[in-house]
């Protein structure tokens, strides 16, 4: 799998911008401020329809526009895909795949698989338990349609059960349509519970083993879902938490409260490890959604690199960029000193300054 090109119009800082990626390593480097970030943001849109700051369509708009574009071309097992996506400023953006309009984002994903590394995610581990639980929503989103309805429709009946929760205050008949909403959230709820223990069973044994090598057999991760509450007992946890609800005006048990457990040995990293721990199973954790991808899709994803080298000494640089040597990857840095001193392999340079992408 590879993007072969990108085309933005009105996105960000770029009125125009067309440019050409090879298979290989492609670098985007430049002052901060530039737009090198921009650009991934626009191809991890192509492939999620969302932005990985979660950024809202219209903040993507460049200013006094009402709309932009993005074009992206795409090469997956020996077939193209273009895939358009047209954003507006007051209006649902628009999609296409090979110029047929999609109706569901969801039947966009799975044409390009993404891998987002910034450096916010090397503070995965430390931060709260909402950017784990993005973590694992973002990468099973892309792998798993199901798994995406169900997480949609579960979100969207938990903000109804919130709502009501806060009307019955005031109109407390309204009580006896709460179990209406509770049967939906636990049947979704359930699905997501299963989905997520499945999926961080398999992706736990590669991540304990590409920690080994990146710790040089010093340390062993064991990563460990938390489930808020198991997919057996939730419809009654739930139940027995109504009143708290009703108090609070807010759901207290369900998967929107999960969270992932990282150990080296008996000690909880999130709260007691150093931070080169947390920094090196953010790196581990990151490396193993790459190979997760490619044993679930039997293809590489992309791999976007948001001046990631500039966090991570040398031995974790010499271990990332050891490790994508298969992998389309498009890095964004200040500079080139660490790829021409360590003599990794450059396959296309770009030079961003104000919004001009130049080929080196």
């Known amino acids: 799998m590879l993007i072969k090109s990108l085309e933005l119009k009105s ?11 090879t298979e290989g390593t492609n670098i985007l480097f430049g002052d901060n401020a530039q737009g090198k970030t921009n650009i991934l943001e626009a191809v991890y849109v192509s492939g999620t329809t969302k932005s990985h700051k979660g950024s809202k369509d ?153 920690h080994k090598n990146i710790s040089g057999n010093r340390e062993e991760l064991i990563l460990t879902y938390e489930p808020n509450t198991s997919a057996e007992q939730f419809e009654t946890e739930l139940a027995a938490a109504r009143e708290k609800d009703l108090k609070y005006c807010q759901t207290s048990v369900g998967p929107h409260r999960d969270d992932l457990l990282f150990q080296i040995g008996d000690a909880d990293i999130r709260k007691f490890g150093s931070q080169g721990q947390q920094r090196t199973s953010a790196l581990s954790l990151k490396m193993s959604e790459i190979q997760m991808v490619k044993k679930l899709i039997h293809d590489t994803p992309v791999l976007l690199l948001d001046d990631v080298l500039s966090e991570l000494d040398s031995s974790r640089q010499n271990y990332l960029l050891a490790s994508i040597h298969d992998i389309q990857t498009i890095i964004t840095c200040t500079g080139l000193d660490e790829f021409v001193k360590n003599r990794f392999r450059i396959d296309r340079v770009f030079e961003v300054r104000n919004g001009q992408v130049e080929l080196k």
């Not at 800082?13 to 050409?20: D, R």
């Not at 949609?152 to 919130?162: D, V």
């Open 11 to 21: 996105f960000r800082n770029y009125e125009n911008l067309s440019v050409a990626f």
């Open 58 to 210: 219209r903040d993507m708009i460049q200013f006094e526009k009402e709309e932009s574009h993005i074009r992206t071309l795409v090469e997956k097992n020996e077939q193209e895909f273009q895939i358009d996506v047209h954003l507006k400023k007051n209006r649902s953006k628009g999609i296409a795949v090979n110029r047929i309009p999609i109706k569901k984002a969801s039947s966009l994903f799975g044409i390009l698989n993404i891998v987002f590394f910034s450096p916010e995610d090397l503070n995965i581990i430390k931060n709260g338990p909402s950017q784990r639980r993005r973590f694992l929503d973002l990468e099973l989103c892309q792998l798993d349609k199901i798994y995406l309805s169900d997480l949609a429709n579960y979100n969207k009946i938990l903000n109804q059960r919130n709502k009501l929760l806060k009307d019955i205050v005031f109109r407390r008949e309204l009580l006896d349509t709460l179990s209406v909403w509770d049967m939906q959230l636990v049947e979704y709820g359930q699905r997501i519970i299963c989905r997520r223990s499945a999926f961080l069973e398999e992706l736990g044994e590669i991540v304990y083993n590409i």
